[in-house]
């Protein structure tokens, strides 16, 4: 099977670009004290943005490679699936998925971990492609085509997987590309 994200992370942040951090600074409260998880945070192109305001990030992804571009940057990498992370229940208190729910391998049980290791009185920002919107649609054809395993859920049902385990959730979304759905535990 071909790892499309270990190929992609020497060019990943030169293909994608820096983030525009001030709606995820605003959407986690930030600043804040205590831990961050970047969770699918590959190479800390977005968490790298945001290490200033907070006393500590952890980035979680499964990519090897990805993880190796995040450590350059000072970040501190743990190579691992999502739906198991290797952290103790209420560990942090700002969890964060820019970009790469579609990618985990089960949505539910990743999102299960989530909430799992955040604290009481945490906050979980995920934000994820709209595929309501017809260029997410062509995004989400053309993974499926390069075989990347993707799965897109709509904001509605990515809002449901959340409350399903006793965290009212909110969508917020700009009308274009992206949605973000917010918990606070």
């Not at 998925?97 to 995920?126: E, T």
């Not at 309501?132 to 709509?154: I, P, Q, T």
Request: with cysteine; charged share 25%.
């Amino acid at each position: 099977m071909i790892d499309h994200f270990d190929l992609l992370a020497p060019i990943y942040d030169r293909l994608f670009g820096p983030p525009d951090p001030a709606r995820l600074r605003a959407l986690l409260r930030l600043p804040a004290a205590g831990w961050l998880l970047d969770a699918g945070g590959g190479t800390g192109r977005v968490s790298s943005q945001l290490r200033p305001l907070v006393d500590n990030l952890v980035i979680s992804d499964a990519s090897e490679q990805m993880l190796r571009q995040a450590q350059a940057k000072d970040i501190c990498p743990t190579q691992t699936q999502v739906e198991r992370l290797p952290f103790p229940d209420d560990s942090f208190e700002r969890v964060l998925v820019v970009d790469a729910l579609h990618h985990f391998h089960h949505q539910p049980a990743a999102i299960r971990d989530l909430i799992r290791v955040l604290k009481p009185g945490g906050r979980l920002v995920i934000e994820e492609p709209d595929i309501n919107h017809v260029g997410v649609k062509l995004v989400a054809l053309a993974e499926k085509l390069l075989l990347m395993g993707s799965h897109f859920y709509a904001p509605a049902e990515i809002r449901d997987m959340v409350s399903a385990h006793g965290l009212p959730a909110r969508i917020e979304t700009d009308g274009t590309f992206a949605a973000w759905i917010v918990a606070d535990k």
